[in-house]
C-alpha cells in the first residue's frame, strides 16, 4: 500500500456577515456549559457592555458584549487582527474603548486606568525584569505594599512552590527556560492575589511539548485558585483543552460562545465550522426539508429551514465520515452511502487523512479520518474505489447567504 502526501484544499463557503449587536447580546448571556443549561449561574464577575473601538477609521470591536461568571476560564480565540487583543487590552485599561462600559465585581471599570483595576496580567513576551532574580520579580508588585519583608517573603516562597519553581529563586531570566519564564510570569500576576487574570497568548513562545504541558499546569491551577481568568489565543488545540467557554472573534465582533464541545460539535456559523478544527464544505441545494441534493448525490441532512431548490453548504468533520469495510458496504439499510475515488493520504502518526472524491460530484474533495488498523484493511492508493457514509445526524447546513 502507498500514501501520497497530497493534501487537498477544502472549499469553504464566503465569509460571514457580522453578528448583530442583539444577537451578541443574547449570545453573551444565555450560553452555559452543554452539563448545567438548567443551572443559575448567578452574577457575571466582569461584563462588558457594547464596548466599541475605532482606531482611525479601522473598526477593530464593533458592539461586543460579554458575561464572564467567577471562578470561569474563557478563551477569546480567532485570526490575527479580529480583535481579541484589543479586547483583552480595554479589560485591563490598557486600551480606552471609544464606547461602552466595563463592570468589575459590579463595579464600573470603564474609566479607570489599569493602575486603579484589580487584575494580574501574563504577555506573550512574559516582560520579566532581566537584572532582577526570579524571586525579586515575583516580589516587585508586592514592594509597594505595607506588608513586611517577611510577610512578602513568605508569599514568593508559598507562589515559588505553586508554580514548581521551588530552589530557582536566585535565577535570572536569562538562566532559566522558556516555560520557567513563563511561570514567574504567572506567579508575579497571581502575587497581589488579583480578582481577575489575563493572559495574553501566554504559551505561543515556547515550543509544541512545553507548551502541552504548561497549559494542562495553567488549567489546574486556575482551578485550584478559583481565580476568573480571560486568555487571548489564536490556538484552537489551546482553548479546546483549557477553556470553559470559548469566544470566537471575527472582524471584530463575537461569531459565537459556548463551551469547547458545542463550538466544535455545533458551530452557528460557517466561519466558526472552519475555524475550529478540520471541515468538509460541499455545495448544494435544497430537495426537501431533510434533504440536500449535492451534484447528483442526494444525501438524508437534519431538518433545514431553508427553501426547496435555494443553494446550501452542507459541513461534516473528517472523522465524522466514515470509511466502510465490504461487510459494512454491503447493508442496504445505512443511510449517506457514497462511493468515492482516493487521491491522496496524509500520514497523521496515528491514523491517515484520506483525500476523497466523491462518485457524482467531481468538483469538491472530501477527507475522512482513520486509524492506522483499519488503513491496513484498506486499499488506499490512489485511484482506488472506497465506500464512505455520511452520517445525517453528524451532518450540519448552511444557508449560501448565513
Not at 520579566?128 to 514592594?143: K, R, V, W
Amino acid at each position: 500500500m502507498t500514501h501520497s502526501s497530497e493534501q487537498p484544499a477544502i472549499r469553504s463557503p464566503q465569509p460571514d456577515p457580522p453578528i448583530s449587536p442583539t444577537l451578541q447580546r443574547e449570545t453573551a448571556r444565555s450560553i452555559v456549559p452543554d452539563s448545567d443549561a438548567t443551572i443559575d449561574r448567578g452574577k457575571p464577575y466582569l461584563q462588558v457592555e457594547n464596548v466599541h473601538k475605532v482606531f482611525g477609521k479601522f473598526v477593530a470591536l464593533r458592539d461586543v458584549y460579554l458575561d464572564v461568571y467567577p471562578g470561569e476560564f474563557v478563551c477569546l480565540l480567532g485570526p490575527s487582527g479580529c480583535g481579541k487583543t484589543t479586547l483583552l487590552r480595554i479589560i485591563a485599561g490598557l486600551e480606552q474603548q471609544t464606547s461602552g462600559r466595563v463592570i468589575q465585581a459590579d463595579k464600573d471599570v470603564s474609566r479607570l486606568p489599569s493602575s486603579k483595576r484589580d487584575f494580574g496580567i501574563v504577555f506573550q513576551s512574559y516582560a520579566l525584569f532581566p537584572n532582577l532574580t526570579a524571586a525579586q520579580n515575583i516580589a516587585y508588585g508586592l514592594q509597594n505594599t505595607k506588608e513586611s519583608k517577611s510577610r512578602i517573603k513568605a508569599r514568593v516562597e508559598e507562589l515559588l512552590a505553586t508554580v514548581g519553581l521551588e530552589g530557582l529563586e536566585q535565577k535570572y531570566p536569562a538562566q532559566m527556560s522558556g516555560g520557567q519564564q513563563q511561570r514567574v510570569a504567572l506567579a508575579r500576576a497571581l502575587a497581589l492575589s488579583p480578582g481577575l487574570l489575563l493572559l495574553d497568548e501566554p504559551l505561543s513562545a515556547l515550543d509544541a511539548q512545553v507548551r502541552v504541558r504548561l497549559r494542562s499546569e495553567i488549567t489546574q491551577l486556575q482551578k485550584q485558585l478559583g481565580i476568573t481568568t480571560v486568555m487571548v489565543t489564536h490556538d484552537q488545540a489551546e482553548a479546546l483543552a483549557m477553556a470553559d467557554r470559548i469566544v470566537v472573534m471575527d472582524k471584530g465582533c463575537i461569531a459565537q460562545i459556548g463551551t469547547p464541545h458545542t463550538i466544535y460539535q455545533k458551530p452557528d456559523t460557517p466561519f466558526v465550522a472552519n475555524f475550529i478544527g478540520v471541515m468538509n464544505f460541499l455545495q448544494g441545494m435544497v430537495a426537501a426539508p431533510k434533504q440536500v441534493r449535492c451534484g447528483n448525490i442526494l444525501l438524508n441532512t437534519p431538518q433545514n429551514q431553508v427553501e426547496p431548490n435555494a443553494g446550501v453548504a452542507i459541513a461534516i468533520r473528517p472523522e465524522d465520515i466514515r470509511v466502510l469495510s465490504q461487510e459494512d458496504a454491503q447493508n442496504s439499510s445505512l443511510p449517506n452511502i457514497v462511493t468515492a475515488e482516493v487521491e491522496g493520504t496524509e500520514f497523521l502518526g496515528a491514523g491517515y487523512r484520506v483525500a476523497l472524491r466523491p462518485d457524482g460530484n467531481s468538483k469538491e474533495l472530501i477527507t475522512s479520518e482513520i486509524s492506522i488498523h483499519q488503513a491496513r484493511q484498506l486499499d488506499l492508493n490512489p485511484g482506488a474505489s472506497l465506500k464512505v457514509q455520511l452520517p445525517p445526524e453528524l451532518i450540519q447546513v448552511f444557508p449560501h447567504n448565513f
